[in-house]
């Protein structure tokens, strides 16, 4: 027997606009920016000596994309913590990085026009291979302050138990 969605009547798409990041059981603030999910998977293509002159093709290594945050410069420090536990200066000879921690699953919900979780992605055995503190600054700009992290991921997945909620 099909399944019918939740909410049937519901023919327009979800907006980018409301969404929100988790790691280490928190909201991070002001993330105003989440690149796309994105998986490419290698195709291997192999002839067999009797075949015709074309090639068979199947499916080789998966990769993750990278998936970059960007949020307004506030005071909270979640991005630098998180970019520090895998590097920092003068923390001394062998121990610049913290092997146990420095990798995190995060969580990415959006939400649909009325603030209802519509939807989440867990995201696995994410690290900070690159940071950046300050924007380029310019004095006759006038734009927010920038700050991005870009995280290596091993994977993701959809969350199941999030299911789309009834409207009214």
């Not at 280490?24 to 993330?31: F, K, L, M, S």
């Not at 995190?104 to 940071?131: H, M, T």
């Amino acid at each position: 027997m099909a399944e019918f969605p939740v909410n049937p009547t519901r023919f327009d798409p979800y907006k980018n606009f409301k969404f929100r990041v988790k790691w280490d059981g928190q909201y991070i603030a002001a993330i105003s920016r989440v690149t796309g999910l994105t998986r490419t998977t290698e195709v291997v293509e192999h002839r067999e000596g009797g075949d015709p002159s074309t090639s068979r093709k199947s499916t080789g290594l998966t990769q993750f994309e990278p998936i970059t945050l960007e949020r307004g410069l506030t005071n909270d420090s979640a991005f630098e913590d998180w970019a520090n536990q895998v590097w920092k200066l003068g923390a001394g000879l062998g121990s610049e990085s913290s092997l146990n921690e420095f990798r995190k699953d995060i969580l990415i919900e959006l939400y649909n026009e009325a603030g209802q979780l519509v939807r989440a992605y867990k995201v696995f055995r994410c690290w900070p291979s690159e940071y950046q503190a300050l924007p380029d600054l310019d004095s006759s700009a006038n734009a927010v302050a920038i700050e991005h992290i870009k995280l290596e991921n091993e994977g993701w997945e959809r969350d199941t138990s999030v299911v789309e909620p009834r409207q009214t």
